[in-house]
């Protein structure tokens, strides 16, 4: 992988939006509306999905967390609302159809956990410096 950073990118934009649209997608086919119709919710089937779906959400959250920090998310929160707006105005994605802007949405979400996955390897491109964490613990 070392080789290609732009199937390394790839491979984590894919890994993210598997795990988002496993989470939740309009279809009524996903993680979420399997738990919700469940007759048992306290199914340990159910209770298990439940946990690691939502450990997999909070791993690629702090992992684009870590990469953008607050000011970065921001900054993408903005860009994806203006890329919302010209989808829109556009007419390629219609405002009366709710599942329309849910999958846009969902889109812009995977791109955004993608890229968080893949700071390391985007920063490392950009600057040629390789990111570390500091961590107080250690030594």
């Not at 993210?16 to 496993?22: D, K, L, R, T």
């Not at 707006?85 to 979400?109: C, D, M, R, T």
């Not at 995977?110 to 990111?131: E, H, N």
């Amino acid at each position: 992988m070392n080789s290609s950073p732009f199937l390394a990118l790839l491979i984590r934009i894919v890994v993210s939006a598997v795990v988002v649209f496993a989470t939740y997608n309009p279809t009524g086919k996903s993680i979420y509306h399997w738990i919700v119709s469940h007759n048992n919710p306290t199914d340990a089937w159910v209770v298990l999905a439940g946990i690691v779906t939502v450990l997999a959400l909070f791993s690629l959250l702090i992992a684009s967390w870590k990469t953008f920090g607050m000011l970065g998310t921001t900054v993408i929160a903005i860009l994806f609302a203006a890329i919302a707006y010209l989808f829109v105005q556009e007419g390629w994605v219609s405002a009366e159809k709710n599942h329309s802007i849910q999958w846009l949405g969902l889109a812009l979400l995977s791109l955004f956990f993608g890229f968080g996955l893949a700071g390391a390897i985007i920063w490392r491109r950009i600057t040629g410096q390789v990111m570390t964490d500091e961590s107080d613990d250690v030594g």
